[in-house]
Antibody, heavy 122, light 107 residues
Framework: EVQLVQSGPEVKKPGESLKISCKGSGYSFISYYIGWVRQMPGKGLEWMGIIYPSDSNTRYSPSFQGQVTISADKSINTAYLQWSSLKASDSAMYYC???????????????WGQGTMLTVSS | DIQLTQSPSFLSASVGDRVTITCRASQGISNYLAWYQQKPGKAPKLLIYAASTLHNGVPSRFSGSGSGTEFTLTISSLQPEDFSTYYCQHLNIYPLTFGGGTKVEIK
């Protein structure tokens, strides 16, 4: 079964660092992009950035550039999203998702992780 | 950045109704558009890609159309399990933004 399994919920304090993970299985991990999406409580989806695990080429949304770091370890089929200094406003659900791309605009995020809930509170 | 504007942001409908959601792009994106369904507390699910191609396993009552800057998602006969929030997303150039969402509720 093709799936992305994310790490569990986190409760952190402002100023702390954090790295959450997204492990792919059932497919060639290095052949597909992995994207990250934020969803704040009661709000819509926000695209944060994306990585190609084969070469770790990464692109960020301007809204998240400098605020988070996306990385991947292809040896263990895992992508990461990390913060160096958390803020209360980082409290949200974070999803990873696999991007498939083919000819003729056949392009979308077809497999999603279950989400990681982050709560940042003093 | 390309902005996607969905309308309406909320709609109330009955089982069996035909429902149409619109997604407008701030500039042309050819047909690099996907639609997702999200239920409360769950991850989004892909419904349609390339503006009009149904993803595997998605019921045929869902359809998509459009190209350039205007796109629609249509549910031909709304079923109880379709009451959800729907999002469009473009995949033309980075950043790959989402629309603001349309919540479909039971009338």
């Amino acid at each position: 079964e093709v799936q992305l399994v994310q790490s569990g919920p986190e409760v952190k304090k402002p100023g702390e660092s954090l790295k959450i993970s997204c492990k792919g299985s059932g497919y060639s991990f290095i052949s597909y992009y992995i994207g990250w999406v934020r969803q704040m409580p009661g709000k819509g989806l926000e695209w944060m950035g994306i990585i190609y695990p084969s070469d770790s080429n990464t692109r960020y949304s301007p809204s998240f550039q400098g605020q988070v770091t996306i990385s991947a370890d292809k040896s263990i089929n895992t992508a990461y999203l990390q913060w160096s200094s958390l803020k209360a406003s980082d409290s949200a659900m974070y999803y990873c998702a696999r991007r498939f791309r083919a000819a003729s605009a056949r392009d979308a995020f077809d497999i999603w992780g279950q989400g990681t809930m982050l709560t940042v509170s003093s | 950045d390309i902005q996607l504007t969905q309308s309406p942001s909320f709609l109330s409908a009955s089982v069996g109704d035909r429902v149409t959601i619109t997604c407008r792009a701030s500039q042309g994106i050819s047909n690099y558009l996907a639609w997702y369904q999200q239920k409360p507390g769950k991850a989004p699910k892909l419904l349609i890609y390339a503006a009009s191609t149904l993803h595997n396993g998605v019921p045929s009552r869902f359809s998509g159309s459009g190209s350039g800057t205007e796109f629609t998602l249509t549910i031909s006969s709304l079923q109880p399990e379709d009451f959800s929030t729907y999002y469009c997303q473009h995949l033309n150039i980075y950043p790959l933004t989402f629309g603001g969402g349309t919540k479909v509720e039971i009338k």
